[in-house]
């Protein structure tokens, strides 16, 4: 297995949200990311995990500003 020079490895954050609003959520800022380009690697909202929502994304900076003025995330 060969490694790759100079890539930078993505972690997952977690990000609160309005219970119930998980899936809405995710997509709003789905959305967000692709129009602003913002580079995060993945979005998920599992059913089992109330009141939260999984962002991937190299740098946490990202995750801040991809939430920034969203409804429902805090």
Known sequence: MADVPNKPMSQLY?????NGQERTVAEM????????HIPVLAILAPS???GYIIVE?????MVDELIRGVRYAR
């Open 48 to 50: 089992e995990l109330k």
């Open 14 to 18: 977690a990000v609160k949200v309005t």
């Open 57 to 61: 994304s190299v740098n946490p900076h």
């Open 29 to 36: 800022l789905a959305d967000k990311a692709k129009i602003e």
